[in-house]
């Protein structure tokens, strides 16, 4: 037939994103066919909609076609190294278990990128490091241990392999298996190139500690020998020679010590680095640097093993050592001073302070008004106050000195100004605070009295001086139950002094009325200080009012051997032997 097909019905596909229509002609293959005519009108949705799924099906196989194995292998890639970055920043910033987490996550990243591409294992090493040490940061040192063999397992013959050996040999000291850091900072050593110089120098430094800490001297010598001469091996060394107590060799040691020039970089990230009891902070060092406070610590020991019948050689003798370090001393020179305060060589001590006063006029003038204070010589004390408060106006001490000569005067107003003025310069200067509280209950003042001495409890809550002086005031108040307290405080801190115990015993009589613990703590006292009159009295009085004549007799019996010449002893003895007899 030559009549044409009506076209007429059939409409054009929806235009692309692109602007296009779907067909390259404007139309789609159904629609070229005549889709009205091939399908009926219920199913033309449905033959749509399979389409439009069809084509995004389409669309993201394509997707996944076009994330090649390489592809996949360069985005782990750099996952892992982002994790890598992120665990080491919040390890600096001390976040513990954030920082182990995300070590976990790089670990399990870096497996699956393996099993992408086998000869991708370049990563392995810097994961596992990073994990091991995500574990020894979080003190879970057995898992680190263990993740570093597994490092070093899989990763034979890797030039950072002493590395790991280093981190197992600190986790072995951190734990005190001093033979087993031993043997892994040895095989440190032997896998260390001989160019890393300042890392094998500390590795020595690691050994001798070890060695040192496990008691094998001689072996601890000869590492610090090998190490390069900083501060804290001279130190070490020098220390060594001393438990060993070779005095030849801690002279050779010590003058090498004072000679090694400051280095900047001091070994601070070696662990361990200072084997003795840790320097105290004082005021006397918070002038000195840590290397002139080794140096002075080797010297206290030096000195007093150079020759112990007569110190005074050892110190000359290292005085010409460190006469190039004045600062030293001029601080081992004062504490020669107060060794000498406390030998009471009285003399001797204040000759040195008066020479010293030349060198530091503040710390010398008030050790000297201490001294003058304490012989009894006021005006002298007031003198030397005067000269080391004109040198330091902030010597908190210089402050109490003087504060002390006017409460010895009378002069309390001028007293309580100085201790306060002493407190604001240091809060925690105890002797003002103390001498503050004594001024307060010597003018009546309980209740001023009363928080001077509490804040001084809180600074020195051991300090029986001060719980006596708080529960003394209780006392004198008439408030016996709190002063029971403070006295049993008291009690706990020396639990044998006499006079605690018969004031206790006082004040159960007083508050509670309370013979049976009154007489305790008095037999207590008897018990610990059995010549006290007073209390044997009152013992012997209170057993005679409970009809307890026999027991009365043996104190009175006692206080009659203290006493022979006293006449009422007898007497009393002799009326409770009848009061017995009669009962």
Not at 93 to 118: G, I, S, T
Not at 511 to 529: G, I, T, V
Request: glycine residues 4%.
């Amino acid at each position: 037939m030559d009549s044409a097909y009506d076209f007429s019905h059939v409409t054009v596909l929806p235009a692309s994103r692109d602007g296009s229509s779907s067909g390259s002609d404007g139309m789609s293959f159904i629609s070229r066919l005549g889709t009205s005519s091939l399908f009926p009108t219920s199913t033309r949705a449905s033959v749509s909609s399979r389409r439009t799924f069809s084509s995004h099906l389409q669309a993201n196989v394509v997707a996944k076609d076009q994330s090649t194995p390489v592809d996949v292998v360069r985005i782990l890639e750099n996952q892992i190294n982002a994790l890598l970055e992120q665990s080491v920043l919040l390890r600096q910033e001390k976040k513990w278990e954030e920082a182990l987490e995300k070590a976990k996550e790089a670990v399990k990243k870096e497996q699956l990128m393996r099993k992408r591409d086998k000869s991708r294992g370049e990563l392995m090493f810097s994961t596992l490091f990073n994990l091991a040490a995500a574990y020894e940061t979080n003190s879970m040192h057995a898992k680190a241990l263990k993740t570093y063999s597994i490092c070093l397992t899989k990763q034979r013959g890797n030039p950072f392999a002493g590395r790991l050996r280093i981190s197992m040999g600190n986790i072995y000291y951190a734990q005190h298996d001093y033979p087993s850091a031993i043997k892994c900072y040895e095989m440190a050593l032997d896998q260390l190139s001989k160019d890393d110089q300042a890392i094998r120098s500390k590795l020595r430094l690691n050994i001798g500690n070890a060695f040192f800490r496990s008691g094998r001297l001689r072996e601890a010598v000869k590492n610090y020998k090998m190490s390069n001469p900083y501060y804290q091996t001279g130190f070490n060394l020098f220390l060594c020679h001393y438990a060993l107590g070779n005095e030849y060799a801690m002279k050779q040691s010590f003058m090498a010590l004072a000679g090694i020039c400051v280095d900047d970089c001091v070994e601070d990230d070696i662990r361990d680095q200072v084997l003795s009891v840790q320097i105290e902070e004082g005021a006397d060092h918070q002038s000195l640097s840590a290397r002139d406070q080794l140096l002075l610590t080797a010297a206290r020991l030096l000195a007093s093993s150079l020759d112990e019948a007569d110190e005074t050689v050892g110190y000359d003798w290292i005085y010409n050592v460190l006469e190039e370090n004045e600062h030293v001393v001029t601080h081992l020179e004062f504490e020669q001073a107060t060794n000498r305060l406390k030998r009471r060589e009285f003399g001797n001590a204040t000759e040195m302070l008066l020479e010293l006063q030349q060198k530091s006029k503040a710390v010398a003038s008030t050790n000297l008004s201490c001294l003058s204070f304490l012989g009894g010589d006021s005006q002298t004390a007031s003198s030397y106050a005067d000269t080391a408060i004109e040198a330091d106006r902030y010597n908190s001490d210089a402050l109490v000195n003087k504060a002390n000569c006017f409460f010895i005067d009378g002069d309390f107003v001028s007293a309580k100004k100085l201790y306060l003025e002493a407190v604001d310069i240091g809060a925690d200067c105890w002797e003002a605070i103390y001498n503050l509280g004594l001024l307060y209950s010597s003018q009546g003042d309980a209740e001023n009295a009363l928080k001077a001495f509490e804040k001084l409890h809180k600074l020195t809550p051991n300090n029986p001086e001060v719980i006596y002086q708080i529960a003394d005031i209780y006392d004198l108040q008439g408030r016996y139950k709190d002063a029971i307290k403070w006295f049993s405080v008291l009690t706990a801190r020396i639990p044998n002094d006499p006079n605690t115990l018969s004031r206790l015993g006082q004040l159960y009589l007083n508050a509670n009325d309370d013979p049976l613990e009154a007489m305790h703590y008095k037999l207590e006292s008897f018990r610990n200080y059995p010549v006290d009159l007073d209390t044997i009295s009152w013992i012997g009085s209170k057993f005679v009012k409970d009809e307890l004549y026999e027991k009365s007799i043996y104190f009175f019996q006692q206080a009659a051997l203290i006493q022979p010449d006293e006449v009422k002893w007898g007497l009393m003895i002799t009326q409770a032997q009848k009061l017995t007899r009669s009962s």
